[in-house]
């Protein structure tokens, strides 16, 4: 569905991200890991079509994206980092305004927006202003917000920063939802335990680099000597190091 | 088209939720320029401030009295007779424009230097140099009124006699020839025949309380505005609301750029670019709801202004709005070109409000761009405020056709498509 075909993106003489190539199927969650400034950023935002890369490609459906106004951008949703949201306006004017820009006519709109509410149990609150919404519900509608045209690939980039596990755990239950509904998840994170629950497979890349990429089971084989059945987290130090990025 | 609707939808609403900002946007340039305008409407002479003027007479003679009665009597001024010191502290105050010192001996001096042009006293006037363009106005009224008092007494009074008297005894020395001495004697003994039958004198103790006539004007003047036409009276609240409202569309303009800023700051342009909209849909969308919230504003303002101040569009009305329409489209490309050119939402703020006040301060917003030197005065023409500004002009209290409005209205839609194209290639569309 989603291949990432040997990206490579370089600001001046710095290499961002580096012959990095992964795919992601339907119903399959990747876990797209590293440490800051490894070009995890980078790489979400050029699928996702912010940034255009020097060389490589984004292939949907074994086409290559391309340009700003390609129609199979539609099969993409991009769940920013920040929460891209319109503080002084309703859920319900956020998510009419961001389905408007896919097209998508009023009533399949209005349909999509209840929809996507419903799943993110915010239902009840589509006419408050988000300003009065809570960290971990304006995480949910950065999400509802992303659904609305209904992609068939989800662009995840720390989509649950500054939730409460309760937020984080109802967010957890929608993409699963979301991958049982076949939909691909591309998911990035610096929580392990959050990959760990989630994903089916990892993707790991450090210095703009995929330095490993598998099932959480055939990471093991990175995992330091001796330490069997070694946490994702451990496998992680080992394949990236313990020194400081920032 | 829909993702544009949509934009535009959006920051209507976005606009509009902030009531507080829409009431300022909306009060501040009705506020202001109805201040510019009660300073620059043509006011009627009975309310108009009379300039403060001190006359000091050191003189005494009949001569500085008449023109201390004739400057009294001037609808232009007001007058008080304080001793120097207090008139010189008094300008240095602030409290007087002009103080005007009639010397000792002034008025024999002036009397004789009327007729001989010789030995002409020396009236001093003080004056406050913030006030600089009104001591034009007190020198030609002293001019007026020392004309008349000189040779009233000249013509009519005892000085003037006396001044006679001694110059046709002075005849026999003065370097003339002898055809010249006959002839000055000839005319002041005409004029002191004049005397005796044109002015009798008063009774005894009786004094005569209206000024004898001397020289006069040999001319009066009839003024006439050149507006829309005979009936409409010019109306300086039509050009304040012009120029307010222009100075406020700019800066709405910069909260248009800042506010794309912000959007970026927050992640939501990654959300927007993400979508499958071209670049241009963007900046399309953002600039027409610049444009509306632009003409909005233009609207009200220009609305209160005829309601309160009676500003009417004496000129085309489709001028007119094609005049509001290509300003409002100018201040939103402008809009467009600060998202393009800045960086930090903060920054760019104060960047754009030095340019903006540059900008109106040059079009002429502020003060007529006739006070400006006339290097700067062309210079101007590459300021799109001052095109605003003249076409809003030739609409309202000028009264002109469709065809003044062309031109202000063809150079703004100019500039932008300029700022426009500026923005697209400028702007910065990679969201990392």
């Known amino acids: 569905m989603l291949e990432v075909r040997s990206l490579r993106k370089t600001y001046g003489d710095h290499v961002a991200v580096h012959d990095v190539s992964f795919s992601v199927q339907p119903g399959e969650v990747v876990g797209l890991l590293g440490p800051n400034g490894a070009g995890k950023t980078t790489t979400v935002s050029m699928i996702a079509g912010l940034v255009t890369p020097v060389s490589g490609q984004v292939l949907i459906g074994g086409e290559p994206l391309a340009g700003d106004t390609d129609p199979k951008k539609r099969t993409i949703g991009l769940v920013p980092q920040d929460l891209a949201l319109y503080d002084e306006l309703s859920a319900l004017a956020n998510l009419r305004f961001f389905g408007a820009l896919y097209h998508l006519s009023a009533d399949a709109l209005e349909r999509a927006i209840a929809s996507s509410l419903q799943l993110v149990g915010l239902a009840d609150r589509a006419h408050d202003r988000v300003s009065t919404f809570s960290g971990g519900m ?86 330091p000597a001796g330490a069997a059945g070694a946490s994702l987290e451990s496998i992680f130090l080992a394949l990236t190091g313990r020194t400081l990025r920032d | 088209m829909r993702p544009i609707l949509a934009m535009v939808r959006k920051d209507l609403q976005l606009f509009l939720t902030d009531r507080r900002a829409v009431i300022m946007s909306l009060v501040a340039p009705i506020a202001i320029a109805s201040f510019f305008g009660s300073i620059f409407s043509g006011n ?37 007779t304080p001793t120097a010191d207090e008139a010189r502290a008094a300008v240095q105050k602030g409290a007087l424009t002009v103080a005007v010192i009639i010397p000792g001996g002034f008025g024999d001096a002036a009397g004789r230097a009327f007729f001989s042009g010789a030995n002409r006293p020396t009236l001093t006037m003080w004056y406050d140099p913030s006030h600089s363009t009104e001591l034009g106005l007190v020198r030609g009224v002293m001019t007026q009124y020392v004309m008349e008092s000189v040779s009233a007494e000249m013509f009519t009074g005892e000085q003037g006699r006396k001044v006679i008297d001694d110059t046709l005894a002075s005849i026999d020395s003065m370097r003339l020839s002898g055809q010249q001495q006959a002839l000055l004697r000839d005319l002041l003994q005409s004029a002191r025949s004049f005397y005796s039958q044109a002015t009798p004198a008063p009774a005894d103790g009786a004094t005569s309380t209206t000024p004898r006539r001397g020289l006069s004007m040999p001319y009066s003047v009839s003024e006439e505005a050149v507006t829309s036409g005979r009936n409409a009276a010019y109306n300086g609240y039509a050009h304040s609301f012009a120029g307010m409202g222009i100075q406020f569309l700019l800066f709405a303009s910069i909260d248009l750029g800042v506010g794309i800023l912000l959007e970026r700051q927050r992640g939501l342009w990654k959300r927007l670019r993400s979508a499958p909209v071209s670049r241009v849909s963007l900046l399309i969308g953002k600039a027409t709801s610049g444009s509306i919230i632009a003409l909005m504003t233009l609207v009200v303002s220009f609305a209160f202004a005829m309601l309160v101040f009676g500003v009417r569009i004496h000129g085309s009305l489709a001028g007119f709005g094609l005049v509001a329409f290509a300003t409002a489209v100018m201040a939103a490309t402008f809009g467009l070109l600060i998202a393009a050119l800045g960086k930090t939402p903060g920054g760019t703020r104060g960047i754009a409000i030095l340019a903006v006040l540059m900008m109106v301060m040059l079009g002429g917003a502020w003060i007529p761009s006739f006070i400006f030197p006339a290097w700067l005065q062309q210079l101007t023409v590459v300021i799109p405020a001052r095109w605003a500004v003249d076409g809003f002009d030739a609409m309202t209290w000028r009264g002109l056709g469709l065809q003044a409005a062309l031109v202000p209205t063809a150079v703004m839609l100019a500039f932008a498509v300029l700022f426009g194209g500026l923005a697209v290639a400028r702007f910065r569309w990679e969201e990392a």
Not at chain 1, 150 to 174: K, M, W, Y
Request: charged share 30%; hydrophobic share 40%.
């Open chain 1, 138 to 223: 304006k995480r949910r509608l950065n999400l509802a917000a992303s659904l609305l045209h209904d992609p068939d690939i989800l662009l995840l980039d720390e989509p649950t920063v500054g939730v409460d596990p309760q937020s984080r755990n109802a967010i957890f239950d929608n993409l699963e939802t979301l991958k049982a509904r076949g939909k691909g998840l591309l998911y990035t994170t610096h929580y392990m335990e959050e990959i760990e629950r989630l994903a089916d497979r990892v993707v790991i890349v450090d210095h703009g680099r995929v330095v490993a990429s598998d099932t959480l089971e055939g990471l093991q084989r990175f995992a």
């Open chain 2, 44 to 80: 009627s002479n009975a309310d108009r401030a009379r300039i403060p003027v001190a006359i000091v007479d050191q003189d005494g003679s009949a001569i500085s009295r008449g023109i201390l009665d004739r400057v009294r009597g001037d609808k232009w001024v007001s007058v008080s």
